[in-house]
């Protein structure tokens, strides 16, 4: 049974920053890649950034590139979502995702955590 918990989210100014983490367990961690998703009222779920399963490999979505960055550490089996220069529209309940990624290159999602609520005011 695969468990991902989120943790870190929380209130912060627009400019601000924070940590998410995401702790897993259930399965041997290094052997898969890892991303986060998020899901603003209204909207729906998107895809913000994946890595590999030895970290050599990390995607972001355009509208988080050269303000997030994802990371790993396969010994504590733990992702990390560093966000910076947050803005209201980074608004959005966070998820936790295990997965693969396809041959071209996409992050394919297998199993999610409950999520963590980021809300940024102006």
């Known amino acids: 049974q695969v468990q991902l918990v989120e943790s870190g989210g929380g209130l912060v100014q627009a400019g601000g920053s924070l940590r998410l983490s995401c702790a897993a367990s259930?399965?041997?961690?290094?052997?898969?890649?890892m991303g986060w998703f998020r899901q603003a009222p209204g909207k729906e779920r998107e895809f913000v950034a994946s890595?590999?399963?030895?970290?050599?490999?990390?995607r972001y979505a355009d509208s988080v590139k050269g303000r997030f960055t994802i990371s790993r550490d396969n010994a504590k089996s733990a992702v990390y979502l560093q966000m910076n220069s947050l803005q209201p529209e980074d608004t959005a309940v966070y998820y936790c995702?295990?997965?693969?990624?396809?041959?071209?290159?996409?992050?394919?999602?297998?199993?999610w955590g409950q999520g963590t609520q980021v809300t940024v005011s102006a």
């Open positions: 259930g399965r041997t961690f290094s052997n898969y890649a």
């Open positions: 995702s295990q997965g693969v990624h396809v041959r071209d290159g996409t992050y394919l999602p297998n199993y």
């Open positions: 890595i590999s399963w030895n970290g050599g490999s990390t």
